[in-house]
């Protein structure tokens, strides 16, 4: 569904693959700020990935924000929820909603012992939520599933195998690899990778060398490159260098791209060199999409 004109540009896609399975697309710009009033009447789970924009969430008088390359498994109760957007904000957003019934289907192994369950992570909170950088990978398929959500020949077996394969990244990811992450990172070193991540997403067409960067967040190289490999299952100039990609990926789709200003901005002051490792990770030259939008 496409905004009305007075409300701003852009389109809501809602997708139902499967029964148990509800899919919102968000990809829009608001004329005025916004706020959604939600009331959730069953327990519910929900994966939701924040592409581009920053996402507020208030539940019970707690404010919890959602970042860009971030996703974020919520855990609801039946509750008042309140989502504010920002006016001129670019935002693009995946939603997956998932009864409590089919995630604890998706927990089970095959002795039928289930990992994780519902009632143990949110007990009585009205609302928890886990939030961490989504791996390149994961962001390469939600970029597939944004795409394929609104064009309207997509097949329901192509969105439902995208989602279950996100929903087995994100769950492994955010829950059944938690305890095996290594003991010698505390949360403060974990905050400190996060902030690494964001300075370079900050500062992709100049970024830091690792140099600077340990000093800036104020972490030891050794433990910046060992740590920042695996919280994000990358090195940082792997990771900068998909960022760079996926970012191109979404400018050349806007009105009036050009290559070589899309290629500048993410930090390729040579164009040739940007076309092939962009011809490499999507199998197209970069003015191919320009053509397609």
């Not at 920053?54 to 109760?77: C, D, H, I, T």
Request: aromatic letters at 10%; one cysteine or more.
């Amino acid at each position: 569904m496409n905004l009305h004109s007075w409300m701003g540009e852009g389109s809501v896609q809602r997708l139902a693959p499967r029964q148990d399975l509800g899919v919102a697309a968000v990809d829009f710009r608001l004329n005025d700020d916004y706020t959604v009033a939600l009331h959730t009447q069953v327990p519910m789970v929900e994966l939701s990935c924040c592409v581009q924009g920053y996402r507020r969430v208030e539940v019970s008088g707690r404010e919890f924000e959602m970042k860009p390359g971030s996703w974020s498994l919520q855990f609801a109760n039946p509750a008042e929820a309140r989502m504010p957007f920002t006016k001129h904000q670019p935002f693009q957003m995946m939603s997956i909603a998932i009864p409590v019934t089919a995630f604890h289907h998706f927990m089970e192994n095959a002795e039928g012992t289930r990992a994780v369950d519902f009632h143990q992570i949110i007990g009585t909170l009205p609302y928890r939520v886990f939030q961490e950088a989504y791996d390149p990978a994961s962001g390469h398929l939600l970029q597939q599933m944004m795409e394929a959500s609104a064009r309207p020949d997509s097949l329901s077996l192509e969105m439902e195998c995208r989602i279950l394969e996100l929903l087995s990244h994100a769950f492994r990811s955010i829950l059944l690899d938690r305890e095996q992450r290594p003991s010698g990172l505390s949360r403060t070193d974990l905050s400190k990778l996060e902030r690494a991540r964001e300075i370079i997403l900050d500062k992709m067409s100049h970024p830091p060398s690792l140099s600077e960067l340990s000093r800036l967040i104020g972490l030891n190289e050794f433990k910046l490159k060992t740590g920042f490999k695996d919280r994000y299952g990358s090195t940082v100039f792997g990771y900068l260098r998909e960022a760079r990609l996926e970012t191109a990926y979404r400018l050349l789709q806007e009105p009036h791209a050009s290559v070589i200003d899309v290629s500048v901005s993410v930090g390729y002051s040579n164009p040739s060199y940007f076309a092939e490792a962009f011809r490499g990770k999507y199998g197209m030259n970069p003015g191919t999409l320009i053509r397609k939008a």
